[in-house]
């Protein structure tokens, strides 16, 4: 891969399987490579995106999170992990209702889980200003460092507002076919 030639190490993928077939060899060649799974995560996976992601963008209830628990103790193994907030209340979208963050953060404390940030996904068809900014506030009550926030469509709204991680892969590689 071209990009991994010029030196870039992060990576992101929505799907836990699509990702296994396409990282693993690459991983094993590669040791710097870092591989953010920026996709919904179901429980049945989990087994295997802790032992291929780097990153998890989208730890999203008390389900998921006691089984990246067990898992991580299971193999020894230590996921950087990303809270997903449901910033727009949206029944659509999965994610920790914001009303219940500070609650579900210290949950995913007590389970020795290694949060960093939160991430979001705001509504489709609105500016995304005001939640991201919402989310910078959520993000320093909590006095985490990370956020992961913002698409090909609005990345520079969201580093305007503190995002840390982008997730731009549309518009570097093209739209999925």
Not at 62 to 90: H, M, P, W
Not at 141 to 151: A, I, R, T, Y
């Amino acid at each position: 891969m071209p990009l991994i030639e010029h030196g870039h190490i992060h990576y992101g993928e929505n799907k836990v399987q699509e990702a296994q077939l396409k990282w693993t060899e690459i991983k094993k060649k590669n040791k710097n490579i870092k591989l953010h799974l920026i996709g919904k995560l179901q429980t049945n996976k989990v087994k295997v995106a802790i032992k291929l992601f780097d990153y998890i963008h989208s730890l999203d209830s008390e389900k998921l999170a006691n089984k990246i628990s067990y898992q991580q103790k299971e193999y020894n193994l230590r996921t950087k992990l990303f809270i997903q907030v449901n910033i727009g209340d949206e029944d659509q979208k999965s994610g920790i209702n914001k009303a219940d963050v500070y609650k579900f953060y210290e949950y995913c404390k007590e389970l020795d889980l290694d949060i960093l940030g939160l991430m979001c996904i705001p509504p489709f068809n609105e500016d995304s200003s005001d939640y991201f900014n919402e989310m910078k506030k959520i993000c320093e009550k909590l006095q985490l460092q990370e956020l992961s926030m913002g698409m090909s469509s609005d990345y520079l709204n969201a580093i305007d507002n503190g995002s840390t991680y982008v997730r731009v892969g549309s518009s570097i590689f093209g739209k999925r076919s």
